[in-house]
């Protein structure tokens, strides 16, 4: 079992292996799967030091798709809705729906946010919000949180 954590380690400090995990579990964390691409994006640049803005770089990637993956859920899930509306709404449901409207495609700015972010982008689809600015606010909010948790984890390392 040792041989084959060495193994894995070592091959995900090859930036060929490293970047394609990257990639993956970025864009996976994006979609509505309970996962998190933080721990490989710090594995990655703890490993292999110099491929920093490169990892940054797919890791927004990834989930910015990931995001833009659960833009077109909502889609297919306004479609849906239309066919079998239920007849009932709930009036907390309706706020929200309304704000979103409201704000329009800069909510995807909150697509990084834990827990909303990911329906988030799936509700944007749903309310046929424009999909490239809302894939631009999605890039944006994601890279600042990546670079803040990258940089971050950077200068705990160094003062600690």
Sequence with gaps: M???FQSLLTNLAQPEYGLIVLFCASLLAATLLPLGSEPVLLGVITLNPSLLWPALCVATI???LGGAVGWWMGVGADRLWATHQPSFHKAHHLRALKWLQRIGPAACLG???????????????FLRLPFWPCVFYMAVGKALRYGLLVFGWQWFNWAG
């Design 2 to 4: 040792e041989n084959f």
């Design 111 to 125: 697509a990084w946010l834990p827990v909303i972010g990911d329906p988030l982008c799936v509700v944007a689809g």
């Design 62 to 64: 990834g989930n910015t």
